[in-house]
């Protein structure tokens, strides 16, 4: 299909993947309205988007966003809304009854998407199936029977949610039993498993899975060097090949008949270097850009899927050793990882989440709100 001139919407401009998904919409043809928060939002500062709405509230506050929507929706501005984080597109889930009677959407099936979101449902069915994850309690155990199968220490990770925030470790039972009976950490609403040791290294699959349950898009990243220093999001990614890593996230991903985008993280300790499974993202990360510097064009069959169009095929021979960072993090990383002079700091066939020389603006801005946020988000972490 020709995309040439179709209105595309895209939520949640302060998204750093938004300079890859607007550069990659602009070679497409698309008229792009994005929806920013602020002035310095990727979204905003970009060159290729024709039209920007700015509503500050909607970052945080998804009743406002839903006034917005309810806004702009109806309005026969668009074709089709392409959001980029799990609480917007939550929103046009909850009210795709009237949304979908003026748009498409542009992201995974709602059923898959809220499958994934459960980070206990992706361990569970991960267990039953075979599929490599760390030792995780089930629902149905005790905390005794699940102690009896894992050593500490453990790790206590919301069930829903994204990045870092109200991760705990226990290094004992005496710990476990403190951030539970305290109230910090409610059993119910957390994934309690194995702690990786030295399990900074990740894989992530970049899949697409089309409407017919046919894998489109099959390749694989490693990634490393987490800011925050142990507890943070991984700053670099390099293209690489496991194919069994792979098959595996095509495995999970069709087990739960996914239908769409998503990426499949596993966690690699250094004690046996077996990649498990940690979760799965519906969403498109700013890393996907690695993809797309290998030859797979996923926002293309994003929207070829959302117009019910034949998905073209990204099953090819990619290059390894394409890597795209977090240049912001991975500078911070370099300062105060002991491993900075392990693995050297490339620069030859890599490339920035967000910095482009055809569209420079954007890394500038977003470096701003980086500066910005970043004591705030600090703070966030360590709690």
Not at 101 to 117: L, P, R, S
Not at 162 to 182: P, V
Not at 185 to 192: A, D, N, Q, R
Request: proline fraction near 4%.
């Amino acid at each position: 299909m020709d995309f040439k001139g179709v209105r595309v919407l895209v939520l949640d401009g302060y998204g750093r993947q938004c300079a890859i998904v607007l550069k990659e919409l602009h070679d497409l043809g698309c008229v792009i309205t994005t929806l920013c928060v602020s002035k310095h939002d990727v979204g905003y500062t970009s060159k290729y988007v024709n039209a920007k709405i700015l509503e500050p509230q909607t970052r945080y506050d998804m009743e406002e966003l839903k006034k917005v929507l309810d806004r702009e929706i109806p309005s026969g501005k668009y074709d089709v809304v392409f959001p980029m984080l799990e609480p917007a597109t939550q929103v046009l889930y909850d009210n795709k009854d009237n949304y979908r009677q003026y748009v498409k959407f542009a992201c995974a099936d709602e059923e898959g998407f809220i499958h994934a979101e459960d980070k206990q449902l992706t361990m569970e069915l991960c267990m039953k199936n075979g599929i490599p994850c760390p030792i995780t309690k089930l629902d149905e155990e005790s905390m005794d029977e699940f102690l009896e199968k894992v050593s500490f220490p453990l790790i206590l990770k919301p069930r829903v949610g994204s990045g870092s925030r109200g991760i705990h470790k226990a290094e004992t039972k005496e710990e476990l039993d403190e951030l539970i009976n305290s109230g910090t950490v409610k059993v119910e609403e957390y994934v309690i498993q194995q702690f990786m040791k030295r399990g900074e290294i990740h894989r992530v699959s970049y899949t697409f899975i089309d409407n017919n349950g046919e894998t489109k898009t099959s390749m694989l990243a490693k990634s490393s060097r987490p800011y925050p220093l142990g507890i943070g999001t991984n700053s670099l990614f390099e293209s690489c090949k496991m194919p069994e890593v792979t098959a595996q996230a095509e495995k999970l991903l069709k087990l739960m008949n996914w239908h769409g985008y998503a990426s499949v993280c596993f966690i690699e300790s250094e004690e046996d270097h077996i990649p498990r499974v940690m979760e799965i993202n519906g969403r498109i990360s700013a890393s996907v850009k690695v993809s797309v510097c290998c030859g797979a064009h996923i926002v293309r069959q994003t929207l070829e899927r959302a117009f019910d169009q034949p998905v073209t095929s990204y099953m090819i021979d990619y290059p390894e050793g394409i890597r795209v960072r977090h240049v912001q993090a991975s500078a911070m990383w370099f300062l105060k990882s002991p491993e900075r002079f392990r693995d050297g700091f490339k620069f030859h066939k890599t490339y920035d989440f967000v910095f482009s020389w055809a569209d420079p603006k954007p890394w500038f801005s977003y470096s701003i709100s980086c500066l910005k946020k970043y004591n705030t988000e600090m703070e966030k972490r360590k709690r």
